[in-house]
């Protein structure tokens, strides 16, 4: 508990909301769609990989040219990792300056974790402005990468810009939720 009857400190789970509240439905329903991504996520990286595979295979022993293999596996990967930070973030697995957690007095380290939350919040919410403008002036370009394949640029940008959308969502959902069960 805070100075000001704001509990700063962990993170409200779902199990901890008061079900049936406007909150809980909300933290649930972002459970589900970063539970829904992380395997997206998941598929996508094993596709990566088989993507890799084959164009070290086709190369080495077909001697065949591979020009979209690699392109296509950033993609993924790039898109992987975007959309799930949300998920990361829901387990604190992001930023939390864990070394000074022992230095701090309980109080002190809600606190911090408030600090680290609100910062992050911005930073999330100013890349993932960025990252909508990047998607829209490709899209509204037509920008493709320099490569032979050429994909449309609009794709690892809309990721990019989606994943960390969900990112400042969740780290926000955090933040009212500690404001929140402060207040009771």
Known sequence: MSAHGIDLG???TVAEAEPGTFMARINSAMAVLNKTIVVLC??????????LSYSVVARYFFNAAT??????????????????TAFVQSGRGHIGIE???GYFS???????IFVVDAVSLAFCCFFAWKS??????AWV????????????LWIPYSTMALGMTLMALQIA????????????
């Not at 909508?132 to 002036?137: C, I, N």
């Not at 955090?174 to 929140?180: E, F, K, P, T, Y």
């Open 10 to 12: 962990n993170p409200v």
């Open 42 to 51: 998941s598929v996508a990286l094993i596709v990566a990989s088989t993507i």
């Open 67 to 84: 020009y979209w293999q690699d392109e296509a596996a950033v993609f993924l990967l790039v898109s992987g990792t975007f959309l799930s």
């Open 99 to 101: 070394a000074l957690n």
């Open 106 to 112: 309980p109080r002190g380290d809600a606190i911090r």
């Open 132 to 137: 909508w403008t990047l998607f829209h002036e």
């Open 141 to 152: 370009d037509g920008q493709v990468s320099g490569s032979t394949w050429a994909p449309p």
């Open 173 to 184: 959902l955090q933040l009212v939720s500690a404001v929140v069960r402060g207040g009771k």
